[in-house]
């Protein structure tokens, strides 16, 4: 068993690969991608997908595959973490949108003629 402190590093350093292959992954699928991207979303979709890939890369740290398929795994996970917070985005935004219409309609008084 390694002692704390180098348990901590080991996991940091886990933790900076998958990060940074999950950016690379989403990088990679913004330059090849035909669609126009704006710097904010490119920025924001690289940042997400370094999150996922991170916490895809800590689920993977006890699972016994080899080297080359969790970077392929994790740069996956990068890459694909654009279609899950963009459908997030959406459901939030038409929820949003669905119970500021129910407050509209509800609060309207209605008048006698």
Partial sequence: MKPPGEQLS????????ATTL???GMSAKL???DEKVGWGKAIRHTLAAGV???FVG???VDVE????????LLG???A???????????WVKAKGNSEVAKVKTNGRKKRKS
């Fill in 80 to 90: 694909s973490a654009t279609e899950l917070i963009d459908f997030v985005i959406r």
């Fill in 31 to 33: 330059l090849f991608s």
């Fill in 10 to 17: 080991d996991t940091i350093r886990s933790g900076i690969i």
């Fill in 65 to 72: 595959i080899s080297s080359g398929l969790k970077m392929a």
């Fill in 52 to 54: 996922t890939a991170f």
């Fill in 76 to 78: 996956i996970a990068g």
């Fill in 22 to 24: 999950g950016m690379m």
């Fill in 58 to 60: 800590q689920a993977l």
